[in-house]
């Protein structure tokens, strides 16, 4: 079965860096593209990032552009995502998911990790 | 980006209950309509894409419906197990978006 577990979460101050990854297993990691969304604390679902099957076409949302990298290992099956200059609001839980559709991307998600928590607060 | 709008923000509902959701884009999206279910503390689960067709595995009891602008997710008889908070998504444009959710509670 879809398994993807998010690590790399935990609390920064103002203005550093975090890395977060996603482990998948359970499909054909490399034939789908996979997305970050996250979702702040009682709040809403807020889309973050896509990457393409082959890491070749990457596309951020607008809330978070420029201070994001989005990448994927296919050779080990795991979905990265760089965060810096990290802001109070983007205190969150970032989800990894994926794509429905094997190819490009559709932009829907069947399947999503468990979440990963960043905390930023000073 | 298009906005998406859900009502209402929350209802309440006992089973069995027929119960409607209603979601909004600001621009015309096709059919290009996802539908998901959060329950507190957990990932989202999708339950409807393309507007009308059911995900693998999700009770027959979810249907959506609509094109264009507007845009319903029905659920037939309310089980205990529905009780959860429903997201509407459009996939037609980057950056792709969601509505706001609509809680519904026993």
């Known amino acids: 079965q879809v398994q993807l577990v998010e690590s790399g979460g935990g609390v920064v101050q103002p203005g550093q860096s975090l890395r977060l990854s996603c482990a998948a297993s359970g499909f054909s990691f490399s034939n789908y593209g996979m997305h970050w969304v996250r979702q702040a604390p009682d709040k809403g679902l807020e889309w973050v990032a896509v990457i393409s099957y082959d890491g070749s076409i990457k596309y951020y949302g607008d809330s978070m552009e420029g201070r994001l990298t989005i990448s994927r290992d296919n050779s080990k099956n795991t979905l990265n995502l760089q965060m810096n200059s990290l802001r109070a609001e983007d205190t969150a839980v970032y989800y990894c998911?994926?794509?429905?559709?094997?190819?490009?991307?559709?932009?829907?998600?069947?399947?999503w990790g468990q979440g990963s928590l960043v905390v930023v607060s000073s | 980006d298009i906005q998406m709008t859900q009502s209402p923000t929350s209802l309440s509902a006992s089973v069995g209950d027929r119960v409607t959701i209603s979601c909004r884009a600001s621009q015309n999206i096709n059919t290009y309509l996802n539908w998901y279910q959060q329950k507190p503390g957990k990932a989202p689960k999708l339950l409807i894409y393309?507007?009308?067709s059911l995900q693998t595995g999700v009770p027959s009891r979810f249907r959506g419906s609509g094109s264009g602008t507007d845009f319903t997710l029905t659920i037939t008889s309310l089980q205990p197990d529905d009780f959860a908070t429903y997201y509407c998504q459009e996939n037609y444009r980057r950056p792709l978006t969601f509505g706001p959710g609509t809680i519904v509670d026993i």
């Open positions: 393309g507007a009308s």
């Open positions: 998911a994926k794509d429905q559709a094997s190819g490009l991307y559709r932009g829907l998600f069947d399947y």
